[in-house]
């Protein structure tokens, strides 16, 4: 499997991290090199094998649906880079 | 008396209690050894406030006499850690100015054991690298040096910071955190000791999420009786967490006799990799007969997928990277990028995540994106996940022939020089070649000081453990650090 630029491009895109199309060669050469180590479990006889879901085997705890929590908007947005009225306030999303 | 930084967990809890020592005067011996190193980028937040009053609030306790062993003992805290009001960013530049609101269950353990914070620790960001280069504090520096030389060599990472701090004694232990070996490596190179235990045993709530099915924290210490001290104020069940363990957390100091007769300790053949340096090959067969004399019975094993662990979980980890990074989007926390004219929401986030991820992560993120996109998921991700399945298996069998313990080294070198392998990425992965099986198959494993190369470096050696028997394999340890007699600490020049 050979990565080329425009598959570099399209991971980037689907990854939300902005690549200048200079660093697009560079970055598809360094996908190539990591996927080619990967490639090595190619080799094993994986057949009738369940893929892991859990390391441990324990079934995960049950609780009541209720609220636990709440009532800390401040603190909610106390990070915020940029709050405005209680809300996140972010770029116009919808036209 | 010793400088108080440098008394281990055990013996300053006993001072204390006899009324020899104040946490105060060991928190301020700690602060004063802080201040002096900072040539080691060891701490990158320090908290000398927070430190003196948790310590008054320490020797309150203890003179009231109900005192738990961890109570009025200086800590440092690895940066992956969220402590609510003091930043924590997990070595990113996505998190600069982040200041959580809530404290770690870890943390808070810890301190409601009366623990004193010192700081925060340097590691690698987002826990991904092996020498603590990728942190956007800079390098944590290694006290350790190679002969005459001064050129600086790593501490290993992901825990880089905590690993030198504790070498250093600029406090008396540290938390760690352990995705494919991130406590069990720095340990090694840095001539302490380190154990990442059972997955589940410790909470994950309020640590970083780095690849949430490989992650797990540990205590990095100066001796073994110091890791199962700090171990089992760690260790607990959690509702927040819905993989932590409902198990009882056991006495893990009352373990310790040193008595290892009757036990079976394997060897693996597979962890006898082309190219090994002759002087690890030796620290091992040495080892080997440490724990045989001690009166273990020594088996040869095979663990047949050993060599796909480090493939499996350069698709695993990434894959739970770029999702759990996902949230590093600018709206809620930590850093945004400044706009042009005419920016969307997309541009917002495309921009952010470019400035505010370091180039590793950067990698790491897209390349988990690529296994899990469309086409290619079960061909890498579920190919991987069966793999990961025969890797348990592997540890599985050899544990129900018997085997109690098995014995490899920790590591394929000694700390190598700051700047020599981060050129290939692939090359780096490679330190971690001993140790990811067993986050891999969720086991505990510790790093444990043994001997000194021919340069003067710490070398270890690593034991796996059943899953939950941590107070087992602490008392195998333990033998084989007695027999080890290691006590060498580096020449202090920062």
Redo the contacts between chains.
């Keep these: 499997m050979s ?1 080329d630029t425009d ?1 570099a491009a399209r ?2 895109k ?6 200048e199309d200079d660093a697009l060669p560079a ?1 598809a050469q ?2 190539n ?3 080619g ?8 006889d ?1 057949d009738g ?8 085997p ?1 079934r ?2 049950r ?1 009541k649906d209720g609220v636990t929590d709440g009532d ?1 908007q401040d ?2 947005l ?5 709050s405005r009225e209680g809300f ?1 306030a ?4 919808v036209e | 008396m010793t400088e108080l930084n440098t008394l281990k967990i055990s013996e300053a809890r006993d001072a204390l209690r006899k009324g020899d020592v104040t946490s105060v005067e060991l928190t301020q011996a700690c602060l004063t050894a802080i201040e002096g190193a900072d040539a080691l980028g060891a701490f990158v937040h320090k908290t000398p406030e927070i430190a003196m009053e948790q310590a008054q609030a320490a020797d309150a306790r203890i003179k009231a006499g109900d005192a738990p062993d961890m109570c009025g003992i200086p800590m440092g805290i690895k940066d992956l850690f969220c402590t609510k009001g003091v930043p924590s960013q997990a070595a990113s530049g996505i998190l600069n100015g982040f200041k959580p609101e809530y404290e770690s269950t870890i943390t808070s353990q810890l301190f409601d054991a009366g623990t004193v914070m010192l700081g925060k620790l340097n590691m690698d960001e987002f826990a991904m690298g092996s020498s603590n280069e990728t942190s956007v504090y800079g390098n944590a520096v290694n006290p350790w040096r190679a002969g005459n030389s001064d050129a600086a060599l790593t501490p290993g990472g992901s825990s880089g910071g905590s690993a030198s701090a504790v070498s250093s004694d600029l406090c008396l232990a540290a938390t760690g955190t352990d995705t494919g070996g991130s406590i069990r490596q720095p340990a090694a190179f840095t001539g302490i000791t380190g154990i990442k235990p059972t997955y589940g045993r410790c909470s994950r709530w309020g640590i970083v999420a780095f690849a949430s099915s490989l992650d797990q924290a540990g205590p990095m210490t100066k001796d073994v009786r110091d890791a199962a001290i700090l171990l089992e104020a760690m260790c607990g069940h959690d509702p927040k967490d819905s993989t932590s363990a409902d198990l009882a957390v056991p006495n893990f100091e009352a373990m310790l006799t040193g008595d290892i007769r009757g036990k079976t300790i394997g060897i693996p053949k597979e962890y006898r990799m082309d190219g090994m340096p002759d002087e690890i090959e030796a620290l091992w067969a040495e080892g080997r007969a440490m724990l045989e004399d001690a009166g273990a019975k020594i088996v040869d094993i095979s663990l047949p997928h050993t060599k796909y662990a480090l493939p499996a979980y350069y698709v695993i980890a990434p894959a739970e990277a770029s999702s759990n990074l996902a949230r590093y989007d600018g709206v809620r926390y930590g850093h945004r990028a400044t706009l042009a004219q005419g920016d969307g929401i997309t541009e917002m986030y495309e921009k952010t995540r470019a400035e505010g991820f370091g180039a590793e992560v950067q990698r790491r993120v897209m390349v988990g994106t690529y296994v899990l996109s469309a086409g290619f998921y079960d061909a890498y991700y579920n190919r991987a996940r069966k793999v990961r399945t025969l890797i348990k298996k592997d540890f599985e069998d050899v544990f129900a022939e018997g085997v109690d313990a098995i014995l490899t080294p920790a590591t394929p070198s000694a700390a190598f020089e700051l700047g020599k392998e981060v050129s290939d990425p692939v090359e780096m992965y490679l330190n971690d070649v001993f140790t990811v099986t067993v986050n891999l198959a969720g086991l505990p494993g510790i790093a444990v000081p043994t001997g000194l190369d021919k340069q003067g470096l710490p070398l270890g050696l690593q034991l796996i453990g059943r899953p939950w028997e941590e107070g087992d394999l602490l008392n195998t340890a333990y033998a084989l650090e007695n027999a080890a007699g290691f006590v060498a600490k580096p020449a202090k020049w920062w």
């Design positions: 990565i598959t991971v980037a689907l990854a939300r991290i902005k690549v970055l360094e996908f090199n990591i996927l180590f990967i490639e090595q479990l190619n080799e094993v994986v094998v369940e893929p892991m879901v859990s390391v441990t324990m995960l705890k609780r800390q603190k909610v106390a990070n915020a880079p940029d996140f972010v770029p116009k999303v």
